[in-house]
Structure formats: structure tokens, C-alpha cells
DNA sequence: GTCTATGCAAACTGTTTGCAATTTA
DNA sequence: TAAATTGCAAACAGTTTGCATAGAC
């Protein structure tokens, strides 16, 4: 499980409180869906964030919620995607600083890296191609150990 | 236009002889997805390679069989494919040497770079996480100089 | 002549959208 | 009670597949 610099219910409340700021309102499936991205620190897909809803908590969310959700969420900042090459999209939480992801290309899992020369190398072939950097993607595929 | 090493009749040459020996059987439509691929030195859909095919040549050919193509040649590592983002995929010959892409969020627009610096660090993070490297995306996304 | 490749249309997967019903503030 | 959110089903986009036909060797 990965390590937020803030616990969950005092990131839900800000979270609550920002969508009213914003006019927009408040429901028990955003609140599952976050406290599921939040605790299970993984990459999920929509899928799998319908079926970890329901099986943790017990909770009915239309599979259109969760997509409307994370969009409304990447809006946000509070939600990153992430398509690791087989056409669908994984999300999780900015919480956490940016970093990379190494993929096994057999199992499918994925380890999180993050790499200061990379980062500052990506800033100097920004500014020599004149491109206003906004994000980028690094994705190393490969066999994980176990796979090999 | 982008330039390989190779020019193009002794690279289809090559790829035919190759194609026959491995069992498959050669066709003008494989003949002619090539041109394109080699000629517009692009990053292309597969809708885009079948457009292209027959505004260049007026040959016409099935999406089913580009795809079919697509997949055919990236096991024969021949072409690789990238996904932008935008959950499309994109093609391209791999006759030149690896490199990642500069992104523009705005009008899409590739731009291509390599870096030693970059790739060199790639395999050290693949090394310390135990992973066979097989391959890498890194895309930057940004905005070019025109659309800032 | 055998066996692969093609083209079409149907199937499939992941994602988005329209709309009526529900929930929030 | 006004406005946003939800869930469902239908729509959609990109990609894959089954099958009959055409083409390569």
C-alpha cells in the first residue's frame, strides 16, 4: 500500500469541500471511488474500480459513474491515466510525487520509479524543441523478475 | 521526409525474400503499406495508411487487412507502435534508430529525439528493479512553439 | 492445386452519451 | 425545488475475427 502525506479522511473532506467550492455536488460514489484509488494505491482500471467498490464496500456504481468520475477527476489534478500499451486506460492517484513505470510485458505488473536526471533531461529537450512542457509519460517494458 | 540507411526498393526487396522464407506469402497490399510507411516517415493510424495507399497509389485496401499488416509486421519488428494518448494507435517503421516523441497537446503534432543520456538511465532502472529490458516509450507532452 | 492473404461484415472491447429517475444542497 | 449526479441502455470508435473468395507460389 502506498504512503500519502495525508490520511484519507482529511484528503476526502478537502477533496468535499472543494467540489462545492467548484458548484458542483458531493454523492457516496465518488467517495467509495476515491477511497478506493486511495487505499489500494494500485493502477486501476474502470473495471476494476467498479468491481473493488463492490466487493470492499459492498457499493452499486454504474460503470458510467466511475468513467464520468475519473474524468471530472483528471480535471481535478487528482487523477492521473495511464495507458500502459494495451488500450485501456489505468488511473491513479497525484497524491503522491510524479514518477515512472517500469511494465512486465508478461504479467502485467507495474513498478513505480522515479529518476531526477530523467525528470531534468526532459526539461532541457523541452525548452531546446521550444515545447512548453506540460507532462510526460515514461514507460519501460520488460520481463519482471519472476516472469523471466 | 525522414532517412533511413536503406532506400526502399532494396529495403522491400529484402522484406520479401524475408516474408518467403518464413513460409507467408508476399501481396501488393503489404507492398504498398510499406511505401507509405517508408515514404511519409510518419507516425501513422491505420486509417491514415489506408487513406494514404489510396490517395498515392489508388490501390485499395481493407482496414482488416492494414491491421492484419500492422500486427504481421510488428512481430517481424519491422514497424512499432506508439499510442499518443488518444487511445488510437500509430505506426511507424523502425529502420531508424530508437527514439522517443515530443508531443503537442494542441494541434498533435510529433516530434521525434533521442537521448543517450536517457537511454543509458533506462537501463540502470531496469537493472536495479531486476527487469529484462525489452523496450521503453517515453512521450513528453507539451505544447510546440506555434501553439503556445 | 494447395495454402495464405484479402475484403467484407459482424463481433468485440473500452469508453461516451442521452435520458428518465434519484439525490444533493 | 432547482440543479447536478446516477444508472441503464444505446451509441460510438478503434480493433479483431469468421468466412467465402481471390491470389501467391
Not at 463492490?54 to 454504474?62: A, C, F, L, Q, S
Not at 488500450?87 to 505488473?109: A, I, P
Not at 522515479?114 to 515545447?131: G, T, V
Not at 506540460?134 to 519472476?146: A, F, N, P, Q, R
Amino acid at each position: 500500500m502506498k504512503k500519502y502525506d495525508m490520511n484519507f479522511d482529511t484528503f476526502l473532506k478537502e477533496f468535499k469541500e472543494h467540489v462545492s467550492k467548484l458548484g458542483f455536488k458531493n454523492s457516496i460514489q465518488k467517495d467509495y471511488i476515491l477511497k478506493i484509488l486511495y487505499h489500494s494505491g494500485e493502477h486501476l482500471t474502470a473495471e476494476e474500480i467498479t468491481f473493488s467498490v463492490k466487493k470492499e464496500y459492498n457499493i452499486d456504481v454504474g460503470i458510467a459513474t466511475v468513467y464520468r468520475t475519473m474524468k471530472f477527476l483528471e480535471e481535478m489534478n487528482i487523477v492521473e491515466s495511464l495507458d500502459v500499451g494495451d488500450g485501456v486506460k489505468r488511473y491513479e492517484l497525484t497524491l503522491s510525487l510524479h514518477h515512472d513505470h517500469l511494465v512486465c510485458t508478461s504479467c502485467s505488473k507495474i513498478i513505480e520509479f522515479s529518476d531526477e536526471l530523467i525528470e531534468s533531461r526532459q526539461i532541457k529537450i523541452a525548452n531546446i524543441n521550444n515545447f512548453h512542457l506540460k507532462d510526460h509519460v515514461m514507460t519501460i517494458y520488460g520481463l519482471c523478475e519472476s516472469c523471466q
